[in-house]
């Protein structure tokens, strides 16, 4: 059977079970009416229903019941995905699934590239997702805990082996987590707190991740296997796999994240690292229970028992008192007993780093080998050293972001408490005055003030963070710090006033050589301009000798063979700032010339790409974004947020999780060794189309009146409302384009089926170049085509055809006609719709056919959507209107009892779009 058919059996099957099981909770609980108007009941009941109404609405529950059904269809399209996967590699056509390691191994090795090639850049590969609590999750965290179960239910009713009533059993276990899902709500009632969203992150850096990496090593190895590798060339030479966090770290406009709050972020990752890594070892010590009468034990391991006991003292002769004819067992009874706690125990006797415990599980893993025990290093100590590797004595590296304006209101404070002339205006300095103070004072050790705080708000917020960071290091080392990143950076000196507050906090260290800092700091390039200034502003910072003293010596830490330079690329401010397709190109320009800088420094760029969850915002399938980055800018480590309702959709269930993680590193890997030559002509046309593509969504934000079509028909009011994020949705409350965060920009969008963040430009751009050159148009449809593909055309018409799809003409007209200025409303909607058919008419060139026609698979889950969400907007329509009515006529009190019905259809739609921002 094909797989594409393997995929839609599985679907049907788990969509109607989870459908009729839904129908059959409603039903029990009395809710008929509800029951009966669900959606898609010709495709699960074999049978019509009844439409659902205006009127329905009222109550919310056929609003909750469609958000619902939404999920469940997510949920069978999640299974039939995994199980269409399984099938593929039963059959052998696994290097036919995009992004795996069986189709990245089948091209290296059609490139040429020998397993000991690809096994030596294996090496050298280190992928970083860094979670971020960015207000895009429109569900509670108890409701995805509730879906999460479910999940676990359709992949256990997937084995044929269950007995009738053991079927049951699971089948009533599902229906019982529906009921949870219906009796427990959809929305937030209060927006979450930082504490609430660092409870989820946990959730994923606890329980989620740690099971998932066995699944990662396993999905490698047998995929190394299959291609005839040798094996052994891959047992030292795996990829690694880390984690980063902004929850408790972030606070770029978002007035709650304190000094504390990072304090006890630091703290809690450290204690449920330390008390998973002593589970682990429980565990494998039980496990490795081999017996010293029944094998001779490696005089490496009882140096190391005797070494270690004597190190302990008192602690380790009871640690081998326990299984005394049990080595291997006694050694990690040690390790255990080496692991660092708040008992007071000497310093000498504990681990002072993740480092230490790995080597003595090395140490542990060669002297299994020695006695022919292989095997049980690969299954039961292997999956341990991965863990600890991975998780270390800290889940994930947090990093400190803050705004580079903060920045400067901040210095300003401290200068002004020493006495600096002006210094409390330095925000308003001339760029060679700045510079000229920031680099007198980068050549000394001496803090501004002798410490404490209240010096200024900014002062006192900037420099406690860094402090922490600083009490941090000095107790623990580095491990868990991730990276001081300033937003907004648009000179070099944004990026040297941090090691000023790195000196103020006594996080700088200095010695014979000089001041350096032990943590990266990092620019983050996001608006248009930002981005093309990028190779200048990396220039000037990269020959300061502080910053190369502070690379060398993280470096040296780190085991790195050369520095390493992060530079964090943003693609939500530039798509907002000039449209996406001025953003992709920007970005791939930023990146080439970045990397060739860094080349010349002598040092090696690593980029942390800022993606969104939405196409508006960089995001679109893994494989296809990491085919499509330039050649030369991946050279085996890459960092990436992964925010919102994306971290549920990828990483929510292991299955799923496990293949996420592969399309990263198996993608990493491709876009380190592959070898791609952009063609001149295509690169010259690509400038043109970016910037003919800018121009058009410039006119469209700058038009007259746009700002107030943007406020009218789309829900952002609503969504500003939204308890779904605890950062405000402005920067400084202002209502202008600057002010509003790019994240409800394209939520409003979607939510009104606008989706212009995602396809805006791409018609006037395309079509001005086809007719005033046709023949480099012709060349880049080709380039389109999979006989000449060039990856970075086909990631951008592709995603701008899903953009494109998934955005309603009709629709829009309906929200466009909650404005109430008729030539305002006419003239932007009119703008609109042109470049709507100008897209479709371009993408039909690419495609060779209407693009409905011609991504039928794509086209068909989007119909299946549409069929559902066409109430809900008819919904949110009429609710907007009475909503915004009672507000104007200062009915507030009524305005806010109707606004949890509100949010609730901003959810349901969110849930069938499958997603937000």
Same mark, same amino acid.
């Given at each position: 059977m094909h797989s594409a058919e393997v995929q839609e059996q599985h679907f049907q099957r788990t969509f109607g079970f989870l459908m009729r099981s839904f129908e059959t909770v409603l039903r029990d609980l009395g809710e008929d009416d509800v029951a009966q108007r669900l959606p898609w009941r010709s495709l699960w009941a074999g049978e019509g229903g009844e439409a659902a109404t205006a009127e329905d609405y009222s109550s919310e529950r056929v609003s909750q019941a469609y958000s619902i059904a939404f999920q469940l269809m997510a949920q069978a399209e999640e299974n039939a995905v995994a199980q269409r996967r399984r099938a593929a590699e039963n059959s052998g056509t696994l290097a036919a699934d995009p992004g795996s390691w069986d189709q990245h191994f089948e091209r290296l090795k059609a490139a040429g590239k020998s397993d000991s090639n690809i096994a030596e850049t294996l090496s050298q590969v280190h992928v970083e997702p860094v979670l971020t609590a960015h207000p895009t999750e429109a569900k509670r965290q108890t409701i995805l805990e509730h879906y999460r179960a479910l999940y676990r239910v359709v992949v256990d009713l997937e084995n044929s082996m269950w007995s009738a009533s053991e079927r049951a059993a699971l089948e009533a276990q599902a229906r019982s987590c529906i009921e949870k899902l219906w009796r427990t709500g959809d929305i937030f009632i209060d927006k979450p707190t930082v504490s609430a969203e660092r409870r989820a992150i946990m959730y994923y850096l606890t329980e989620?991740?740690?099971?998932?990496?066995?699944?990662?090593?396993?999905?490698?190895?047998?995929?190394? !296997?299959?291609?005839?590798?040798?094996?052994?060339?891959?047992?030292?030479?795996?990829?690694?796999?880390?984690?980063?966090?902004?929850?408790?770290?972030? =606070?770029?406009?978002?007035?709650?994240?304190?000094?504390?709050?990072?304090?006890? %972020?630091?703290?809690?990752?450290?204690?449920? !690292?330390?008390?998973?890594?002593?589970?682990?070892?429980?565990?494998?010590?039980?496990?490795?229970?081999?017996?010293?009468?029944?094998? @001779?034990?490696?005089? %490496?391991?009882?140096?190391?028992?005797?070494? *270690? %006991?004597?190190?302990?003292?008192?602690?380790?002769?009871?640690?081998?008192?326990?299984?005394?004819?049990?080595?291997?067992?006694?050694?990690?009874? &040690?390790?255990?007993?080496?692991?660092?706690?708040?008992?007071?125990?000497?310093?000498?006797q504990c681990y002072g780093a993740v480092s230490e415990l790995v080597d003595d599980l090395q140490l542990l893993r060669s002297s299994l080998c020695d006695v022919g025990a292989e095997r049980m290093c690969e299954t039961i100590v292997d999956p341990v050293l991965r863990r600890i590797t991975t998780m270390g004595f800290h889940l994930a590296a947090i990093d400190i972001r803050q705004n580079s304006s903060f920045h400067d209101r901040a210095l300003g404070q401290l200068l002004s408490a020493t006495g600096e002339k002006d210094g409390d205006s330095f925000p308003d300095w001339e760029g060679p005055r700045r510079a000229a103070l920031i680099k007198r004072e980068l050549d000394t050790f001496r803090p501004f003030t002798t410490g404490g705080s209240g010096h200024g708000e900014e002062a006192d917020k900037v420099v406690g963070a860094l402090r922490v960071f600083a009490d941090h290091s000095r107790t623990y080392g580095t491990d868990g710090l991730g990276s001081l990143i300033v937003s907004m950076t648009r000179t070099s000196e944004d990026l040297f006033t941090v090691f000023l507050f790195a000196r103020e906090a006594g996080l700088l260290r200095t010695g014979p050589e000089g001041n350096w800092c032990p943590v990266p700091v990092a620019p983050l390039l996001e608006t248009i301009e930002d981005l093309e200034n990028g190779p200048e502003i990396l220039d000037r910072f990269l020959d300061e000798p502080i910053v190369r003293r502070s690379l060398e010596k993280q470096a040296e830490r780190n085991g790195d063979d050369m520095p390493i330079q992060q530079v964090m690329i943003g693609y939500s401010d530039s798509g907002k700032d000039g449209g996406f397709l001025a953003s992709i190109w920007t970005l791939y320009r930023a990146q080439i010339a970045i990397a060739e800088l860094c080349r010349k420094k002598g040092v090696r760029a690593c980029f942390f790409h800022g993606r969104g969850g939405s196409i508006g915002r960089g995001s679109g399938p893994t494989h296809r974004f990491l085919r499509a980055l330039p050649p030369g800018t991946v050279q085996g480590g890459m960092r990436m947020t992964e925010q919102g309702e994306s971290i549920s959709q990828k990483y929510a269930n292991r299955i799923t999780a496990a293949h996420q993680f592969e399309l990263l590193l198996a993608g990493v890997l491709g876009s380190t060794l592959e070898q791609r030559n952009d063609p001149p002509d295509l690169i010259a046309a690509m400038e043109v189309l970016a910037q003919r593509g800018r121009r058009a969504y410039e006119d469209l934000i700058n038009a007259d009146g746009f700002l107030t079509f943007f406020d009218r028909a789309t829900p952002i009011d609503a969504i500003e409302q939204n308890r779904i994020g605890s950062r405000p949705s402005r920067r400084s409350g202002k209502r202008s384009m600057d002010d509003l965060r790019a994240i409800p920009w394209v939520f409003a969008w979607n939510q009104s089926r606008f989706g212009l963040p995602g396809w805006f430009g791409m018609g006037t751009a395309f079509a001005s170049l086809r007719d005033s050159d046709g023949a480099i148009f012709e060349s880049l449809v =080709?380039?389109?085509?999979?006989?000449?593909?060039?990856?970075?055309?086909?990631?951008?018409?592709?995603?701008?055809?899903?953009?494109?799809?998934?955005?309603?003409?009709?629709?829009?007209?309906?929200?466009?006609?909650?404005?109430?200025?008729?030539?305002?409303?006419? *003239?932007?909607?009119?703008?609109?719709?042109?470049?709507?058919?100008? @897209?479709?008419? $371009?993408? %039909?060139?690419?495609?060779?056919?209407?693009?409905?026609?011609? *991504?039928?698979? $794509?086209? =068909?889950? $989007?119909?299946?959507?549409?069929?559902?969400?066409?109430?809900?907007?008819?919904?949110?329509?009429?609710? &907007?209107?009475?909503? =915004?009515?009672?507000?104007?006529?200062?009915?507030?009190?009524?305005?806010?009892? &109707?606004?949890?019905?509100?949010?609730?259809?901003?959810?349901?739609?969110?849930?069938?779009?499958?997603? @937000?921002?």
């Open positions: 989620v991740f740690p099971a998932t990496l066995p699944w990662v090593d396993f999905r490698l190895k047998s995929a190394w !296997a299959r291609a005839g590798f040798s094996e052994k060339l891959l047992q030292h030479n795996l990829p690694k796999l880390t984690f980063g966090n902004w929850v408790g770290g972030d =606070r770029d406009g978002h007035p709650f994240v304190e000094a504390d709050t990072t304090a006890e %972020t630091l703290a809690m990752f450290r204690s449920k !690292a330390l008390e998973q890594a002593r589970g682990a070892l429980t565990e494998l010590g039980i496990a490795l229970s081999l017996s010293e009468r029944l094998q @001779t034990v490696p005089e %490496t391991l009882t140096d190391f028992v005797a070494a *270690r %006991t004597a190190r302990l003292g008192h602690s380790g002769e009871t640690a081998i008192a326990r299984n005394i004819s049990e080595p291997w067992r006694q050694a990690v009874n &040690l390790m255990l007993a080496s692991m660092p706690d708040d008992t007071g125990r000497p310093a000498e =080709r380039a389109k085509s999979e006989e000449h593909r060039w990856s970075p055309i086909h990631y951008l018409v592709s995603n701008a055809a899903t953009a494109w799809a998934t955005s309603s003409a009709p629709i829009m007209e309906r929200y466009a006609n909650l404005i109430e200025d008729i030539e305002l409303r006419d *003239r932007i909607l009119g703008t609109i719709d042109q470049e709507f058919e100008r @897209t479709e008419e $371009i993408l %039909t060139i690419f495609y060779g056919a209407a693009p409905r026609i011609a *991504r039928p698979e $794509i086209q =068909r889950a $989007i119909d299946l959507r549409n069929q559902a969400l066409e109430p809900l907007h008819n919904q949110q329509i009429r609710l &907007l209107k009475k909503w =915004r009515a009672l507000r104007d006529d200062g009915k507030n009190t009524n305005a806010e009892a &109707l606004l949890p019905t509100v949010l609730l259809s901003v959810n349901a739609i969110a849930s069938g779009l499958g997603g @937000t921002g």
